[in-house]
């Protein structure tokens, strides 16, 4: 992408209605733009973001054995009124009437739907287990939007919604899909902790909310230190055998987490002091395990082994996909911007022209710029240097490639990294070695 012809606007000044580094920053990164209260356009920048988290997101449910499907965002109020939500939810559905009169509304959530849709298919105790997700938005008319796309009105969330047989069965797949969250969020470069929560509205008796760490966050919590240690993506953990995802829940439940809401002095007091960890967290992923909350009160059974019919079990779980954008520049920024981490980087790196219209620096920059294939941004403008640092430490490319006519006239290239701001001179093929990973 050839920055004199992209669509990547930055802002020098420091948006005043932003409260929080990562809002600040994505409206000056050229991220955002918001279009009503809590409502945002995502410009390119952010949305190539925002779609490299969707797709970790996407890779860790198929590998935990979760489908994907896509629900509409606009349903209709009959189904809710089935569950017996549709009064209980309030002010933050966004109700709307068609051109017949009929009540629709912008999904929340999707318990409802989905249930009904499994349902007209699922016959038998051998439709089951199934567990399908979609990565849709949302729309919630939340009391007190802020801080950006962290607490928005539309957001884009993943929600996987699973089908089992018996109380057993959703545990095992409760355990799943803790797991693939663990997974999920350590791709990203998060340091996440799953913490016993509330149920809320969603209901249920089983539920964690999974917590990254961040002095912003909106809720106090408590963790053993043993959390920011353990390698999830590494171990060999086999979706399929019960036994070992008995194990993997065991090794999470056996350390201390929780929240303000669910803390426990006394337990607290037995987790030795110096691995005790305090501190802020927002929450960027929440899971439930209900029972038969949904299936019963919208009269879904299936034929058991015996043939009578058996109310299935059901779970949900989200991630807030967008709210992650947020959360990951809140873990990794600085003074001058984001220091994206390779995994959900926008593109791998910038390539500095320091002095355009100069051959030797033309020349060097053109030849890196074809051999990274166009997948990287080439700050060719008409600018000062200061600038082209400036905008490239502030939109957080992990590497930025700098030349200069001196470098250049001897084929040199200046590589920075962007979040140590280790600096090395190294020749073009190294360059694009590195920036390749
Ligand atoms: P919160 O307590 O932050 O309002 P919630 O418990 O209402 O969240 P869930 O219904 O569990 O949220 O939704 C799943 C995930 O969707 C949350 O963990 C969060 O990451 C994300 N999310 C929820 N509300 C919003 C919002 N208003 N803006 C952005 N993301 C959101
Ligand atoms: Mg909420």
Redesign the pocket.
């Known amino acids: 992408m050839r920055l004199s012809r992209a669509f990547l606007p930055t802002l020098k000044e420091t948006p005043a209605e932003a409260q929080i580094a990562s809002h600040r920053l994505m409206l000056r990164a050229g991220m955002i733009r918001q279009t009503s209260a809590?409502i945002y356009a995502w410009l390119p920048l952010g949305l190539r973001v925002l779609r490299r988290i969707e797709q970790i997101v996407r890779e860790e449910q198929d590998r935990a054995g979760a489908q994907e499907m896509l629900m509409p965002t606009i349903q209709p109020a009959e189904l809710w009124r089935e569950s017996g939500r549709y009064d209980d939810y309030g002010k933050e559905m966004l109700r709307i009437r068609d051109r017949h009169d009929r009540e629709m509304l912008y999904g929340p959530?999707n318990e409802e739907m989905v249930t009904d849709i499994f349902k007209a298919y699922a016959r038998s105790y051998r439709d089951l287990p199934r567990i399908l997700y979609h990565i849709q938005w949302k729309f919630?008319d939340?009391v007190r939007?802020r801080f950006g796309?962290?607490?928005?009105?539309e957001?884009l969330?993943k929600?996987a919604y699973s089908f089992d047989l018996d109380r057993e069965g959703a545990i095992r797949s409760y355990r799943a899909m803790m797991l693939a969250y663990m997974r999920t969020f350590q791709r990203m470069g998060l340091k996440a902790v799953p913490m016993a929560a509330e149920t809320?509205p969603?209901g249920g008796d089983l539920s964690h909310?999974?917590i990254i760490l961040a002095e912003t966050g909106?809720s106090a919590v408590f963790y053993d230190a043993g959390f920011e240690t353990l390698d999830w993506e590494h171990t060999d953990y086999d979706y399929e055998d019960p036994q070992d995802l008995a194990r993997f829940a065991g090794l999470l439940t056996s350390m201390y987490a929780a929240t303000d809401e669910k803390h426990d002095p006394a337990a607290w007091e037995k987790v030795p002091p110096e691995r005790r960890r305090e501190g802020r967290g927002i929450?960027?992923?929440?899971i439930f395990y209900f029972g038969t909350k949904y299936s019963a009160a919208m009269g879904f059974t299936v034929a058991g082994p015996d043939g009578r019919p058996v109310t299935p079990e059901m779970g949900s779980y989200?991630?807030?996909v967008?709210?992650l954008v947020g959360a990951i520049i809140e873990a990794n920024h600085d003074e001058a911007g984001i220091k994206w981490p390779d995994p959900v980087a926008p593109w791998p790196a910038a390539i500095l022209n320091l002095k355009p219209g100069e051959a030797a620096c033309d020349a060097l920059c053109e030849r890196l710029y074809a051999a990274l294939g166009g997948e990287v941004v080439y700050d060719d403008r008409d600018e000062r240097a200061g600038v082209k640092f400036a905008d490239a430490d502030l939109m957080g490319f992990p590497w930025q490639a700098i030349v200069g006519p001196r470098g250049a006239a001897r084929g040199r290239v200046e590589l920075k990294r962007r979040a140590t701001g280790e600096r090395q001179e190294v020749s073009l093929e190294d360059a694009v070695a590195k920036i390749r990973g």
């Open positions: 809590g959530t919630r939340e939007p796309v962290m607490r928005g009105r957001f969330m929600d809320g969603i909310e999974f909106e929450e960027v992923g929440h989200g991630i807030g967008s709210r």
